[in-house]
């Protein structure tokens, strides 16, 4: 009987553990059940939410939500890490801690990837990483662990958020006060989360894109108003001015050298010689600055230009200088290449005040669609980057946003133009180029130009000689709608000796040449006329004197000599306003060509 009572109670007492861990596990089950309603419920109302997330509200919907599934998987640090893969670095950009761990989102910016090659590894691989010991990681990971241990990091998981294949960041969740092991079920559900988070990255970052495209546009239509207004008023202005300095020429020549009235006309000139430097920076941003592009080595002629950009900006300011290899070829003219170092290094000696350092530097730059689709006119390619950068007081973004306008200026009144950054902008832009500024308060100014690969070995531009050359007996047909630049012309050719016929309209141009018996050497034509342009002029009176040649003369080439301000071979342009002495000189050159 004895032994059936214990026989009897061993069954009740298995009979109860099993019950008792029947019990058990069913709470376990209820726990684990509850635990997933909670992140799906979680997922579900947060996935709702990004549906009708409102612009500007990202960044809130990123820290609300680090802070629920922190708390809700029981990590004591949740956070979004985003990869710039322009700098190949990676940015901590939201943080969740629980109470009292120490946050460490604003020591995680800007990490290298070459620091972290175990991990860029497998996030390249788009693999979820869960390291359930930190001091346990391979030797391959020293750098990692490294790290990891730095933060006071017991385990982690890293879960990659991508956009297609591209990697775009992580999803962390971090163990500090011990040791911590997240389920299978939990990093389903937080790969989940990772997804939306793509998806939501993916649709701020197009419609970032999207609002930046649309100001790019803005800015450049006004850019383009701009350029056009400055265009037209540089025409009209050069006109005026030739008049003005041309017949102060001609007063000055006919007055002895010791005649006060000598001094009075070169200050006339002086002020007519500052309005003209004044006017070609207005051309220069409007695009309509005749230019002769030939094939350059950057390399060769920065170093050119290395010793006059010293004396212009003083001792005080360092100067470095580092030219890339193999550096591709551009075409421009070396003249707007001068200009743009010159302006770029003038406005970095106004910001330095005096001291700090300049650099220049060069490289082969390929652009990629991504990189180009952010910037409005920049198209993929092979180019060449020429930075220049200074060290010094830096600007605010409203600043940086305006500094390519004609006239728009920080310095004081008296002091600045406004126009040597609006130079830089419209030369870059005639060249097919592309310019974009970087700067913060404190932090510099970075300037980088992209300039289109050109095919060929470099040139040497050559330069005629600065000499008088005689005047001529030939016969030169003259058309000018501006009547006292026409007159003004007329009388500096008649005094070297030309025959002139002077017309103030093309078709009083077309009616002379069709009725003038003898030969007409030389056509000298404005280029913009109302009825009829330049170019098309010369090209109708060639059809019937066809030994003709054409010499232009205007204040900017607009569209009609090729594309805008770039002359085609064989033109021949003379811009205004032009004093006696290159009226006579480019007219025996091209007689004599």
């Known amino acids: 009987l004895a032994g059936d009572v214990n026989r009897l109670l061993e069954t009740v007492t298995e009979s109860r553990r099993a019950l008792l861990s029947v019990v058990e596990d069913e709470k376990k089950t209820a726990l684990a059940l509850e635990h997933r309603l909670e992140l799906e419920s979680f997922l579900a109302d947060f996935s709702l939410r990004c549906l009708n997330l409102a612009p500007g509200e990202t960044d809130a919907a990123f820290s609300d939500s680090l802070a629920r599934i922190g708390a809700l998987i029981e990590a004591d640090r949740s956070y979004v890490f985003r990869m710039d893969h322009q700098r190949r670095t990676m940015d901590n950009t939201h943080e969740w801690c629980t109470p009292g761990v120490s946050p460490q989102k604003d020591n995680l910016q800007r990490l290298p990837w070459e620091s972290f090659p175990w991990l860029m590894e497998r996030l390249d691989r788009m693999e979820t990483i869960f390291v359930p010991e930190v001091s346990g990681l391979p030797p391959a990971a020293a750098s990692e662990a490294a790290h990891w241990a730095a933060q006071g990091i017991h385990s982690l998981l890293v879960i990659p958020i991508s956009t297609g294949v591209r990697l775009t960041g992580f999803l962390g969740f971090d163990a500090v006060r011990e040791e911590k092991t997240w389920s299978e079920q939990d990093r389903q559900v937080l790969s989940t989360l990772a997804n939306t988070f793509s998806l939501l990255i993916e649709r701020t970052e197009t419609a970032s894109a999207r609002e930046a495209l649309q100001n790019q546009l803005i800015q450049s239509q006004k850019m383009e108003s701009v350029g056009r207004l400055a265009g037209g008023v540089a025409h009209d202005f050069n006109n005026i001015l030739m ?42 941003f409007a695009r309509r600055q005749a230019a002769h592009p030939v094939v350059l080595d950057l390399n060769l002629a920065i170093a050119d230009l290395l010793k006059m950009l010293r004396r212009l900006i003083g001792e ?65 390619g092979e180019y060449v980057r020429l930075t220049v950068a200074d060290n010094g007081a830096g600007m605010e973004p409203e600043t940086t946003g305006c500094i390519f ?94 025959e002139v016929l002077a017309a103030g309209s093309p078709s009083e141009g077309m009616e002379k040449a069709r009725r003038h018996q003898r030969e007409i050497h030389l056509l000298v034509t404005d280029v913009i006329m109302p009825g009829m342009n330049g170019r098309e002029l010369a090209e109708k009176i060639a059809a019937f004197r066809p030994g003709i040649k054409t010499l232009f003369i205007s204040g900017y080439t607009a569209d009609v000599l090729g594309q805008p301000g770039i002359l085609e071979p064989g033109v021949h342009l003379l811009q205004k306003p032009f004093a006696a002495q290159e009226l006579s000189e480019r007219v025996r050159r091209v007689l004599d060509a």
């Not at 008049?243 to 007519?272: C, F, K, N, W």
């Not at 910001?351 to 993929?380: I, M, V, W, Y």
């Not at 060929?456 to 501006?482: K, S």
Request: glycine share 12%; hydrophobic share 40%.
């Open 243 to 284: 008049v003005i300095t041309g017949y102060a020429e001609l007063m000055r020549d006919r007055i002895s050298a010791g005649d006060p009235l000598r001094e009075s006309l070169q200050e006339i000139l002086s002020a007519g010689d500052r309005a003209v430097a004044l006017i070609r920076q207005l051309l220069a």
């Open 405 to 498: 306008e004609p006239f728009f200026t920080t310095k004081g009144q008296g002091e600045g133009t406004g126009l040597g950054l609006a130079t830089v902008y419209g030369i870059v832009t005639q060249n097919s180029g592309f310019i974009e500024v970087s700067s913060a308060p404190g932090a510099g100014t970075k300037f980088d130009i992209y300039l289109p690969r050109a095919a060929g070995e470099p040139e040497t531009p050559i330069l005629p000689a600065a000499r008088p050359l005689p005047g001529g007996r030939e016969t030169v047909l003259l058309v000018e709608d501006e009547d006292s630049v026409l007159k003004l012309a007329e009388r500096l050719l008649q005094e070297r000796g030309y």
């Open 316 to 380: 005080g300011i360092m100067v470095s200088w580092k030219p890339g290899d193999r550096l591709r070829r551009v075409k421009m003219d070396p003249g707007q290449l001068d200009q743009i170092l010159v302006n770029l290094a003038v406005n970095a000696r106004d910001a330095l005040g005096g001291k700090g350092e300049l650099a220049l530097e060069t490289a082969n730059a390929d652009l990629d669609r991504e990189f180009c689709a952010s910037r409005l006119g920049l198209a993929p």
